[in-house]
Nanobody, 127 residues
Framework: EVQLVESGGGAVQAGGSLRLSCATS????????IGWFRQAPGKEREGVSC????????YYADSVKGRFTISSDNARNPVYLQMNSLKPEDTAVYYC????????????????????WGRGTQVTVSS
């Protein structure tokens, strides 16, 4: 059974940090890109970051570039999203997802046609 489980969300003040984890199982890790997406109330889902071990691609949305870092050691460890200098506009439910098509970017945005999704973890940043 394929599973992606996010953890590490919480409530922080602006300027703070959180590290999200995405634990994966049930598929061949190296064959899939892992993406992080977020969705705030009343807004469309946004692709935040993506890592593809097979071709070494790493993507960041402009809104998080320089503040967020995605990392992946190996298939046995979670994929992490280190989030620093958090802003109130980062408040959202964060999801990780797996795609066999890699980190596909169209017109600067991460395509969200992913095969498997986690249930999400809430991140709340107060001003």
């Amino acid at each position: 059974e394929v599973q992606l489980v996010e953890s590490g969300g919480g409530a922080v003040q602006a300027g703070g940090s959180l590290r999200l984890s995405c634990a994966t199982s049930g598929f061949t890790f190296d064959d899939y890109a892992i993406g992080w997406f977020r969705q705030a109330p009343g807004k469309e889902r946004e692709g935040v970051s993506c890592i593809s071990r097979s071709d070494g691609v790493i993507y960041y949305a402009d809104s998080v570039k320089g503040r967020f870092t995605i990392s992946s050691d190996n298939a046995r460890n979670p994929v992490y999203l280190q989030m620093n200098s958090l802003k109130p506009e980062d408040t959202a439910v964060y999801y990780c997802a797996a795609s066999e098509w890699g980190c596909t970017v169209v017109r600067g945005g991460l395509v969200d046609e992913y095969d498997y999704w986690g249930r999400g973890t809430q991140v709340t940043v107060s001003s």
